[in-house]
């Protein structure tokens, strides 16, 4: 779907969305982006507990957040 600034969501019911523009991104940005929805099923905002999770998953996940700021924009 068309979710306009947003790479994807995850609502109250836990329903995953997903730009249809991630199928641009290289597979690790996917990886994240996925990685980010599944986790907000568990835990709702972007607390420490949060990133924490999503760092078990993806140790490098800061880069890759960095990245996607930078250049996700440009797509």
């Known amino acids: 779907m068309d979710l306009g600034f ?5 609502s109250a ?11 641009q ?6 990886d994240f982006i996925v990685v980010h929805e ?4 568990k835990v709702p ?3 420490t507990t949060f990133w924490k999770l999503v760092g ?3 140790p490098d996940f800061e ?3 960095k990245w996607l700021q930078q250049k996700g924009g440009e797509l």
């Not at 991104?25 to 996917?30: S, T």
């Open 6 to 10: 947003r790479w994807g969501s995850c």
């Open 13 to 23: 019911d836990g329903t995953l969305n997903f730009h249809w523009r991630i199928m």
């Open 25 to 30: 991104l290289p597979p690790q940005m996917i």
């Open 38 to 41: 599944l986790t907000h099923i």
């Open 45 to 47: 905002d972007h607390s």
């Open 56 to 58: 078990l998953a993806i």
């Open 63 to 65: 880069t890759r957040r």
